[in-house]
């Protein structure tokens, strides 16, 4: 298969484009700038500019792709954040995906893979969920189900076949926000919240792209949430994470004091649960995590962590 690529210079992409030419794919990656395009070679695709905001600089990268990926997003990486700061990561959701869809077609691309959040969608009470859940209401992920409803519709406009993958939370040792709080932990200087109960549903950035493959050879429409085969606690996984690094258990503050110093849309994300499971994703594609738990998963994470000497530790 030929496979166009968005975002396969990041954390995920670059995962996604490797697993592609490992299977034999010929992977065209849109690349901002010669560090981007050079990386590209290296993970063994062909680099093409294009701006993802314009469809008619995409559609000729396109030509002659079987499927394209949106695998872009801009999160930001600060740890006190404010809805602003995602006003492009925002756009990459709509605009982004409005221009993959439009190129797609004109370049008669006949499938197309797309990027969204688990927790775009669920109960207000935390209780588990599937793909039917209603939305959730926040302006948080206001423009997350927009991109999602603009890749339905205009995927069907088009009669491109649309796969919407929802992620769990994304960890991986190269990963902006895992090592963020890795670095944290061991410096005791991430809270747990309130009792910590959250319930959050998580997968490997390796097994994030792992889906990405089985969609992309498979083309169909539909939504799948993609996460491991438990979900974790937050005040126990930090606790874990902790332990595992040699730092001192993490202290607890109370949400009020969190919302203090972390400011409401942290504290937001660290008390919300969003249970989900993949039980869709595997009857439909046979698909199975290589991490089935984070247990698992962050072995593999601190043994990176250890050949590379992070945390560095503070004197
Ligand atoms: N479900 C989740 O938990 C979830 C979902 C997504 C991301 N994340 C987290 O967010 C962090 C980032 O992961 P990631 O791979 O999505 O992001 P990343 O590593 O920051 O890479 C983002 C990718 O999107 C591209 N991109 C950004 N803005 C673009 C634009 N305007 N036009 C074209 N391309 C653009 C980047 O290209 P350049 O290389 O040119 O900048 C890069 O290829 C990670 O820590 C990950 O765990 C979490």
Redesign the pocket.
């Known amino acids: 298969m030929r496979v166009f690529v968005?975002?396969?210079?990041?954390?995920?992409?670059?995962r996604i484009v490797r697993q592609l030419v490992g299977r034999g794919h010929e992977v065209v990656g849109?690349?901002?700038?010669a560090d981007?395009q050079d990386?590209i070679r290296r993970l063994g695709g062909t680099p093409v500019g294009g701006?993802?905001?314009d469809a008619a600089s995409l559609a000729p990268a396109m030509a002659g792709c079987d499927v394209a990926v949106r695998?872009?997003?801009?999160?930001p990486?600060k740890s006190r954040t404010r809805r602003s700061d995602f006003a492009?990561?925002d756009?990459?959701r709509t605009e982004?995906t409005r221009a993959m869809l439009r190129a797609a077609s004109d370049a008669r691309v006949p499938a197309y893979v797309h990027?969204s959040?688990?927790w775009a969608v669920g109960p207000p009470d935390g209780t588990p969920f599937d793909e039917d859940a209603p939305p959730r209401p926040g302006a948080d992920v206001r423009a997350t189900l927009a991109g999602e409803r603009i890749a339905r519709e205009e995927g069907a406009r088009h009669g491109i076949d649309t796969a919407i993958l929802?992620?769990?939370?994304?960890?991986?040792a190269d990963?902006?926000?895992?090592?963020t709080i890795g670095e944290r932990l061991a410096r005791r200087a991430l809270p747990v919240i309130g009792d910590g109960s959250a319930l959050w549903s998580m997968?490997h950035?390796d097994d994030?792209a792992g889906a990405f493959v089985t969609a992309t050879e498979r083309p169909r429409s539909g939504v799948w949430h993609i996460v491991d085969d438990r979900p974790a606690r937050v005040g126990e996984l930090f606790e874990d994470l902790a332990r595992r690094l040699g730092a001192a258990p993490p202290r607890r503050v109370p949400t009020w004091l969190a919302m203090l110093i972390g400011g409401s849309l942290t504290v937001q994300i660290l008390t919300t649960s969003f249970p989900t499971s993949s039980a869709r994703f595997r009857r439909d594609f046979g698909w199975r995590p290589r991490f089935p738990t984070t247990r698992e998963g962050l072995d593999q994470v601190l043994d990176a962590w250890r050949e590379e000497g992070f945390p560095r530790r503070r004197r």
Do not use: P, Q, W
């Open positions: 968005a975002g396969g210079t990041g954390v995920i992409g670059r849109l690349a901002r700038g981007k990386l701006d993802l905001f695998a872009a997003t801009s999160i990486t492009m990561n756009r990459i982004g990027e959040i688990v929802r992620c769990g939370t994304i960890y991986s990963a902006a926000h895992t090592r997968i950035a994030v």
